[in-house]
Every structure is written in structure tokens, then in C-alpha cells.
């Protein structure tokens, strides 16, 4: 027991200082803090929910000691919690994801892997959100706090446009500026839902390689289906976002950039689940993750869209089912 504290510990000492040191704005050092989560993943897998909330509540610890109180409880709430929260959904049975046997009764069940993505992207929105009704709070009103935040981070734009790209012909510095102060809650809701998500398959690789994942590992491109639910609240959301106006509008835009890269996670999903039994396989996905890295604007949308498609057509259960046809 004292092993598996010590052990829970210092995986929430690792897991702050991984969150601290993005204090340092490097590239790498924000790399590093996009690992936060992962120690407190890997804890609770390992070793137990109740080690995973010990590693969580001492790396809030850590982050307040380090920084300050209110870098702690942003940690907790964006971090630590929803890190501990996925790991308990992924490796807890529960009687709603029940099974049926012969005789009748049911027996409690593993959540499938689109249950908890689609949890991540709903609590990626939710940080999404609760980042833009604090810049509304703090600065008195949203327009206030999109000027104050384009009068801070202009000059910062300035000098790292100057030193790396030109703005488009016609756009100023203090526009662009308005563009990613709005763009701000919706980004980060996607970027915590992508985080989230390879944290935690990172850490059940690791829980599975060391044998101590509770759960069988599942077939994830053909067991990433997602709630429809979740495709209907996108759709929902980009129709708000297209009506509205600001704030809701941009409440209504972070919905979308949190759906939107589950459903691009699920036509990943697809493309290698359809591409199974082709000769060029490999090549063809090379090339995907290629286009995924060089031109994202174009590709991710793709992606989502057949994403989305699949969640009402399921082509992967039809190619299934088509193959096990016998002649």
C-alpha cells in the first residue's frame, strides 16, 4: 500500500511539473505540458483509481505550490479531473453498458471507445466554454474582453509575425489579432479533446503492455463509432454558430471545434478500418497523415465529414457484414 501511494505521488509530482514548465513558452516546453495528464492516466490504470485521484489532487498540490492557487484549480478542472474521470469511465464497468446472456440476466459492461471519446470531446466543449464565460466575467462583457486580450497579445503578434510569415494582403496585425482572440475558446476546446484522447490511449498502451489494463484492448477502427447524438449536436451547433451573434455565436463555434474533432477521429477510424485487405494500404494512409500535417484547413474537414456520415450510413458494419456473406 505505502508502495503504491509513493508510486501515485510521484506520478502527480511528474504530471505538475509537466504542467509548470509551459511557464517557459518554448516549443518543446509546450509539447511536454500537452503530456500532463498522461502520469495521472497511467496511475489510475496501473494502480488503481484510488492512486489516480491521489496522483491528481497532489499534482494540483504541486501546480499551487509552484505557481499559484489559480493555476491550481485551472489545472485540476482542465487537466487532472477530466484525466482521472476518462481513466475511471474507460476501465469501469457499468450496469448502463449492460450485456444480456442466455439465461436472461444482464451483466455490467465495458463502455465502448465511442462512449469516451465522446465524453473527452463533451468536456473539451465544456472547458471550451467555461473559458469564454470567464473572459466575459473578468473584463465586464465579451466585445470588452476581446479588446483588452487584442491589446495585450498585438505587440507578442507583431514580433513573431515578423520574424516567421506575412499576413494575408489587406489584413492588419490588430485584425488578426481579433481573429485569434475569438478563435481562442474555440481552439482550445479541440486541442483538450485531443489531448485528452492521446493521453489516454497512450497510458492504456502502457497499462497493457506491463498486463495490468482491466479492460480488453478493443479493435479501435472498427469499435470508434460514436453516439449519433453527438453528430446531431454538431449539426445543431454549426446551424447556431451560422445564425447567431456574438457571445452565443462563438458558444455555438466551440460546440463545433470539440464535435467536429471527434468526428475527424472517427473518419480516421473509417479510412483504416475500409483500407483493410488493400495492398496499398500502408502507402495510402502515409499519405493521409501526410495531407493531415501539411494541409489541416482541407483535410480535417474531410475527415469529419465522412466521420459524420458514418455515424448515420455505418459503412464499416456493412463491410462486415458484407464479407462475412458466404457465396
Not at 479531473?81 to 465495458?110: H, M
Amino acid at each position: 500500500m505505502v508502495q503504491r501511494i509513493a508510486i501515485a505521488f510521484g506520478a502527480g509530482v511528474v504530471a505538475a511539473l509537466l504542467f509548470v514548465v509551459m511557464t517557459k513558452g518554448t516549443a518543446l516546453a509546450m509539447a511536454l505540458a500537452y503530456l500532463a495528464p498522461l502520469p495521472i492516466v497511467i496511475a489510475s490504470f496501473n494502480w488503481g483509481l484510488d492512486m489516480g485521484a491521489v496522483a491528481a489532487l497532489t499534482a494540483c498540490g504541486g501546480v499551487v505550490a509552484l505557481v499559484d492557487p489559480l493555476s491550481g484549480a485551472l489545472f485540476g478542472a482542465s487537466i487532472a479531473l477530466p484525466a482521472w474521470a476518462l481513466s475511471a469511465l474507460s476501465i469501469s464497468r457499468v450496469g448502463l453498458f449492460s450485456r444480456g446472456k442466455n439465461d436472461g440476466e444482464a451483466t455490467p459492461g465495458w463502455p465502448s471507445v465511442g462512449i469516451i471519446v465522446a465524453a473527452a470531446a463533451v468536456i473539451g466543449a465544456l472547458i471550451g466554454l467555461g473559458a469564454l464565460v470567464s473572459l466575459i466575467v473578468y473584463y465586464g462583457g465579451y466585445q470588452r474582453g476581446v479588446e483588452a486580450l487584442v491589446q495585450q497579445v498585438t505587440p507578442d503578434l507583431q514580433e513573431a509575425l515578423d520574424q516567421v510569415i506575412a499576413l494575408p494582403s489587406g489584413m492588419t496585425v490588430e485584425e488578426f489579432a481579433s481573429l485569434v482572440v475569438r478563435m481562442s475558446p474555440l481552439m482550445l476546446a479541440a486541442a483538450t479533446f485531443l489531448m485528452l484522447c492521446a493521453n489516454l490511449y497512450v497510458g492504456a498502451r502502457v497499462a497493457q503492455v506491463s498486463q495490468a489494463l482491466k479492460r480488453p484492448w478493443p479493435n479501435l477502427p472498427e469499435s470508434l463509432v460514436l453516439p449519433q447524438v453527438l453528430g446531431v449536436a454538431l449539426v445543431l451547433c454549426l446551424g447556431l454558430a451560422l445564425i447567431m451573434a456574438d457571445p452565443p455565436r462563438q458558444a455555438a463555434w466551440i460546440g463545433v471545434g470539440a464535435f467536429a474533432a471527434a468526428y475527424a477521429l472517427q473518419g480516421l477510424a473509417l479510412a483504416h478500418a475500409m483500407t483493410r485487405g488493400l495492398q496499398i494500404r500502408n502507402p495510402l494512409l502515409f499519405v493521409l497523415y501526410l495531407a493531415c500535417a501539411l494541409e489541416p484547413r482541407w483535410v480535417f474537414p474531410a475527415l469529419t465529414f465522412f466521420g459524420l456520415m458514418e455515424s448515420f450510413l455505418s459503412l464499416r458494419a456493412k463491410r462486415v457484414a458484407a464479407a462475412n456473406v458466404k457465396p
